[in-house]
């Protein structure tokens, strides 16, 4: 687990919450859209990614969500731009380990790292990944087809 | 009322949580149980026993006697006019499914309409809209007022010919307003439509009387009040109990049957309580009954809005809450947290709470239709109860104002 100062972390998301990246859905028919509605409270986000063949060209989120949703979705959205399913996949797989607290890879997970702790309340890990599913299930479609 | 007397009765009020003593305001979602109740359920299971009207022993016979008796005396709890309008089920949400499948099979036809509203709960709604779909009915909604209250007025325009049902909560569980149900059942009466009542947020704070109300069926939960998880009554009056129809059919509900198909049912209760009931919870439930009776509805009522005119008090100093129910009188808190004008997420404020050892809901408490309504995604729910103290209060109200966004996130630091 990373030694960093927790205040440096807690700052990350606030930062993401407060003025979240990529935070406006598209029209562009090129987009796949993921709606994910909460079972066990009121986050209720849509997620779009666009491909570029195998790489992710574009991920936009938006909707009604509470701190750690926003702040999580967020920094997933910059994480994996640009990155080719393979590699945003290994970022996902990493970043569940880590919630599960399980073995991970820090250098992956660059900023989510801030979430390292978010299983210390139960109940607020669907709000951690909630936004990561809709990317994780959007990429599996995709390679699907 | 003696509140340092009654906390003596909870046993779990001696446990923390998140290493602080428990300061539990959720019973509106479910309420802590005292000892006699838990008593009640242990003799079941230690020393009762047996199955209820089946056994031709003393135990059984001393089943029957207790678990006939609770029926009695939920009979007088809603001052029915008898003990066979009471039916014990597994609690408001099954009692308002079985009214609105028995109802849309048996009584209504194709483009009738039952009438509910914004702010109703899931149990209430869900039912209706489900049946509708089977049934071609449609279910329409009594326009709520600025508050978010149901009032005669806006009854009345929504009220036409093709209502046959009326179906609300007599208090709504997000906003704690006390609908006029005995106004509106009046008006239902004359234009010959039936009404159904949760009491679920009614029943634990406030004297029912069921022929006062007039209401045609009317529900709730034990534990909600006291009682055991997984029991509740359904309350119907004799002669539309007698016409209807059970939903369920099995073992005990029935006299006779053969395999032309030809079945005698046993009469009203018994013919709507097939297979072997929650007797521990129904022994519970009449346990409960008799401490929220020995404390008294009126008083347990006055302390619950006397605890919320304190919050009320102290919370508006803060300046940084908003509430969205300051004038329901009951003991239901439903606000917000903001920080420097920016509206803190209300799970956010909800799990911060937790690790102060409170315990509040946060979210759309099932009603989710009141969002438009309120033009908020989520609430918090702060619930007073019988056991609740300013003490506890000052805890909370000592903890919204630590509660700034920063402070809600450092949580998981």
Redesign the interface.
């Known amino acids: 687990m990373s030694e960093i100062d927790p205040n440096l972390l807690r700052d990350i998301i606030m930062d993401h919450y407060q003025y979240p990246r990529n935070h406006q859905l598209s029209e562009e028919p090129s987009y796949q859209s993921k709606h994910m509605a909460s079972e066990s409270c009121i986050d209720d986000i849509t997620v779009q990614v666009k491909f570029d063949q195998d790489r992710i060209e574009d991920v936009r989120f938006d909707g009604q969500a509470c701190t750690i949703s926003t702040a999580s979705t967020s920094i997933m959205s910059e994480l994996v731009k640009g990155k080719t399913k393979e590699e945003a996949n290994e970022i996902i797989r990493n970043y569940f380990s880590m919630i599960d607290q399980k073995e991970y890879d820090e250098d992956l997970l660059e900023e989510a790292i801030a979430f390292q702790n978010v299983g210390k309340q139960a109940n607020r890990i669907n709000c951690a990944t909630i936004g990561w599913k809709a990317l994780r299930d959007m990429i599996k479609e995709s390679e699907g087809k | 009322m003696k509140i340092a007397e009654c906390r003596k009765d909870f046993p779990i009020l001696q446990r923390t949580m998140n290493h602080r003593p428990l300061v539990y305001l959720d019973n509106g979602a479910t309420t802590l149980k005292p000892q006699p109740v838990i008593d009640a359920v242990m003799n079941y299971y230690t020393y009762l026993g047996a199955n209820a009207h089946r056994g031709d022993y003393e135990m059984s016979a001393q089943v029957d006697a207790a678990y006939e008796g609770t029926r009695k005396k939920t009979a007088a709890f809603l001052n029915a006019h008898c003990p066979e309008e009471i039916i014990f089920n597994s609690g408001s949400s099954e009692g308002l499914n079985q009214v609105a499948l028995m109802l849309s099979g048996q009584r209504l036809q194709a483009g009738d309409v039952i009438l509910s509203d914004e702010s109703e709960h899931a149990s209430s709604v869900l039912p209706w809209i489900h049946a509708s779909q089977i049934h071609q009915t449609k279910v329409e909604y009594i326009p709520l007022d600025e508050e978010g209250k149901i009032t005669v007025e806006n009854f009345k325009k929504a009220l036409h010919d093709k209502v046959k049902v009326v179906c609300l909560a007599q208090v709504s569980n997000v906003l704690g307003f006390e609908a006029p149900v005995k106004e509106i059942t009046k008006i239902a009466h004359e234009h010959g439509a039936l009404v159904v009542v949760d009491g679920a947020q009614s029943t634990p704070h406030i004297p029912i009387d069921v022929q006062d109300l007039d209401v045609d069926f009317f529900v709730f939960s034990a534990h909600k009040m006291c009682g055991p998880t997984g029991v509740g009554v359904l309350y119907g009056k004799k002669e539309l109990l007698d016409a209807l129809d059970p939903v369920y059919y099995g073992g005990e509900s029935n006299a006779r049957f053969d395999r032309c198909g030809t079945l005698i049912l046993k009469e009203t209760p018994l013919k709507y309580e097939s297979g072997t009931q929650p007797i521990e919870g129904v022994l519970g439930l009449g346990a409960a009954i008799d401490y929220i009776q020995s404390i008294g509805k009126d008083a347990i009522h006055a302390h619950e809005w006397e605890l919320k005119q304190y919050f009320l008090e102290k919370a508006k100093a803060l300046k940084t809450i908003h509430f969205y129910n300051e004038k329901a009188q009951s003991g239901i808190c439903t606000f917000n947290v903001f920080d420097k004008g920016?509206m803190?997420?209300?799970?956010?404020v909800a799990?911060f709470l937790?690790t102060k050892g409170i315990a509040v809901r946060?979210?759309?408490h099932c009603a989710k239709m009141l969002v438009d309504v309120l033009q908020v995604?989520?609430t918090c729910r702060a619930s007073f109860y019988i056991y609740n103290t300013k003490e506890e209060v000052d805890q909370l109200v000592a903890a919204l104002q630590e509660a700034t966004?920063?402070n809600?996130?450092?949580?998981?630091?």
């Open positions: 920016q803190i997420p209300a799970q956010d799990s937790n946060s979210g759309t995604p989520g966004l920063e809600c996130i450092g949580i998981f630091f």
